[in-house]
């Protein structure tokens, strides 16, 4: 199992975010939460705080 740096919605919830991630939306192509990325970054934030 190899750990990706990449910023996984999924994987935000669980772990702590990284000091040097902005809250930028990077939209992919398999994010189901594509208008509404910042959002998820704060609410994750706030849940995980």
Same mark, same amino acid.
């Given at each position: ?5 990449? %910023? ?7 772990? &702590?975010? &990284? ?18 990325? @910042? ?8 849940? @995980? %705080?």
């Amino acid at each position: 199992m190899k750990k990706t740096r990449t %910023a996984n919605l999924h994987h935000l919830y669980h772990e &702590p975010l &990284p000091e040097n991630l902005k809250l930028t939306p990077k939209v992919e192509v398999d994010n189901v939460h594509q208008r509404q990325t @910042t959002d998820v970054y704060e609410h994750a934030l706030t849940i @995980t %705080a």
